[in-house]
């Protein structure tokens, strides 16, 4: 099997990748200073600006689990600094900022945006997360990170989805039309003996009979007092998730 550092596929099935830093929430932050930030930095390569409602905390406990979905959830106090959402001219890639997190999005929006890498999306989003803890917020301290693959698994040869992913074993039940399956799994992560965080694996109902969606979420707390080494290392577990779910067949369509 590939080592998940060697993980290098020319057309990975990815829509969406997500990298997130959490702090403690800034109680002085206001929309006027986002809003500087954003005219003063970030406008150039992201002029679109949209208000969305804000997010939950979402921090992970050793003794129970915080929800997987990242960017699905709203809050419903309507006095909450909102989330503040800036794309670039295409669209593909997101910055997003509310008192409690930063986010950057890599989007395939058509099928010619192709997936620049990790490093790529990571040296993109650590300039403007250090720029907004400079400008913004100096004494910030992150507590957590976040990483996020969603995937369109597509579906080939009209594969059933226990072909596709190797968690499923049907038996009697793998010649019969299936018209339903999901699976949903999270997992504590333990280095050095201490807790620091989850991996979330998501395989959602077909809708659309090409592809199966097909979700992996890290959360882990800060390691080494860096973000990056944070972010790597939960892309660690995203990769070997990926390796150790997906057939092995459909990783040479991929390749």
Do not use: C
């Not at 099928?111 to 250090?130: A, H, K, M, S």
């Not at 400079?134 to 507590?143: A, C, D, F, I």
């Not at 693959?149 to 074993?169: A, G, M, Q, W």
């Amino acid at each position: 099997m590939v080592s998940p550092n060697k993980l290098n596929l020319n057309r990975p099935p990815l829509r969406e990748v997500i990298l997130t830093v959490q702090f403690e929430e800034i109680p002085s932050l206001d929309l006027s200073q986002i809003l500087s930030f954003w005219k003063d930095f970030l406008s150039q390569d992201f002029p679109n600006a949209k208000n969305l409602q804000s997010l939950p905390s979402q921090v992970e406990h050793e003794a129970h689990t915080v929800s997987q979905s990242q960017f699905f959830f709203t809050t419903t106090d309507e006095q909450a600094l909102p989330r503040l959402l800036f794309s670039s001219e295409d669209l593909v890639r997101v910055v997003q900022i509310q008192n409690n997190r930063i986010s950057f999005n890599w989007r395939k929006i058509t099928e010619d945006n192709e997936y620049p890498r990790f490093e790529t999306v990571l040296n993109q989003f650590l300039p403007i997360y250090g720029e907004f803890k400079k400008r913004v917020y100096p004494s910030l301290r992150p507590n957590q990170v976040e990483v996020v693959y969603s995937n369109h698994v597509p579906i080939i040869n009209n594969n059933r989805v226990d072909e596709i992913f190797k968690l499923f074993d049907l038996g009697p039940f793998q010649n019969n039309d299936l018209e339903r399956l999901s699976f949903s799994s999270s997992q504590k992560i333990y280095i050095d003996n201490e807790f620091k965080g989850r991996h979330y694996i998501d395989i959602f109902p077909i809708i659309d009979k090409s592809f199966v969606p097909f979700n992996l979420l890290t959360r882990l707390r800060i390691i080494n007092d860096s973000v990056q080494d944070s972010l790597y290392k939960s892309r660690e577990y995203v990769h070997n998730s990926f390796l150790t779910v997906v057939a092995d067949k459909y990783m040479k369509e991929w390749e």
